[in-house]
T-cell receptor, first 109, second 114 residues
Framework: SQQGEEDPQALSIQEGENATMNCSYK?????LQWYRQNSGRGLVHLIL?????REKHSGRLRVTLDTSKKSSSLLITASRAADTASYFC?????????FGGGTRLMVKP | GAVVSQHPSWVICKSGTSVKIECRSL??????MFWYRQFPKQSLMLMAT?????????EQGVEKDKFLINHASLTLSTLTVTSAHPEDSSFYIC??????????FGSGTRLTVV
C-alpha cells in the first residue's frame, strides 16, 4: 500500500492537553501534508512540510518530518474541543493523494 | 485562498434515479480534479481522476459506466451517479491540486439512496 498510515487510530484527551499523532509512509516524497476532517465535512489543509524541512510550525500546530524513517508527527498544543476531528497525512505520490485511516481525535471539554 | 465549491451538500434520491454532483474551482483553474468516496467511519477512497478535456481515469473496482465524470472546462467537474442504489449511499468529495501547495477539497456531498 502506498497510503499514509496514521497512528494512533483514535486519541481521546482533555481540553488543554497536547495531542500527538504520527504518520508513516512508504514512498519517497517531495512534501507531506496534514489534513483535518470534521465529521461529515470536507477536508481542510492544515500544513505542508517539504522533504528538506525537519520541522514546521503554524499556530498551535507543530509538524516534524524524518525522511530517513519515512515518518512525520503532528502535535497540537493546548487542544480545544473544536480540534475534535479526524486527521490525515495522505501519501502524495504520482500527483494524487491516497489516504490511510486517519487519527480520530476527541478533545473533551 | 483557492476554493472548490461542491454542490449539493446533501441529496436524497430514489433507487434507480441518477444524481449529479458538481465541483467548481472558484478562483483558479483546475486541470485535474479528484473524486473520492468515503463510507461512515472509513477513510477516503479515490474513485477517479478527471482531467479537463479528456476521459477520466478510474481506480480499480470503480465502474466507469455507473460513475460518470465530466470535466468539460477548467473550472467545473461533475460526477453523475447513474441508476443509484442504496449501496451507493456515501459521502462524495472532490479535490483539486494546487501546484506547490497541496490540495483543496470540496465540502462533500452526502448521498442517500432510498
Amino acid at each position: 500500500s502506498q497510503q499514509g498510515e496514521e497512528d494512533p487510530q483514535a486519541l481521546s484527551i482533555q481540553e488543554g492537553e497536547n495531542a500527538t499523532m504520527n504518520c508513516s509512509y512508504k514512498t519517497s516524497i517531495n512534501n507531506l501534508q496534514w489534513y483535518r476532517q470534521n465529521s461529515g465535512r470536507g477536508l481542510v489543509h492544515l500544513i505542508l512540510i517539504r522533504s528538506n524541512e525537519r520541522e514546521k510550525h503554524s499556530g498551535r500546530l507543530r509538524v516534524t518530518l524524518d525522511t530517513s524513517k519515512k515518518s512525520s508527527s503532528l502535535l497540537i498544543t493546548a487542544s480545544r474541543a473544536a480540534d475534535t476531528a479526524s486527521y490525515f497525512c495522505p501519501n502524495n505520490a504520482g500527483n494524487m493523494l491516497t489516504f490511510g485511516g486517519g487519527t480520530r481525535l476527541m478533545v473533551k471539554p | 485562498g483557492a476554493v472548490v465549491s461542491q454542490h449539493p451538500s446533501w441529496v436524497i434520491c430514489k433507487s434507480g434515479t441518477s444524481v449529479k454532483i458538481e465541483c467548481r474551482s472558484l478562483d483558479f483553474q483546475a486541470t485535474t480534479m479528484f473524486w473520492y468516496r468515503q463510507f461512515p467511519k472509513q477513510s477516503l477512497m479515490l474513485m477517479a481522476t478527471s482531467n479537463e478535456g479528456s476521459k477520466a481515469t478510474y481506480e480499480q473496482g470503480v465502474e466507469k459506466d455507473k460513475f460518470l465524470i465530466n470535466h468539460a472546462s477548467l473550472t467545473l467537474s461533475t460526477l453523475t451517479v447513474t441508476s443509484a442504489h442504496p449501496e451507493d449511499s456515501s459521502f462524495y468529495i472532490c479535490s483539486a491540486r494546487l501546484y506547490n501547495y497541496g490540495y483543496t477539497f470540496g465540502s462533500g456531498t452526502r448521498l442517500t439512496v432510498v
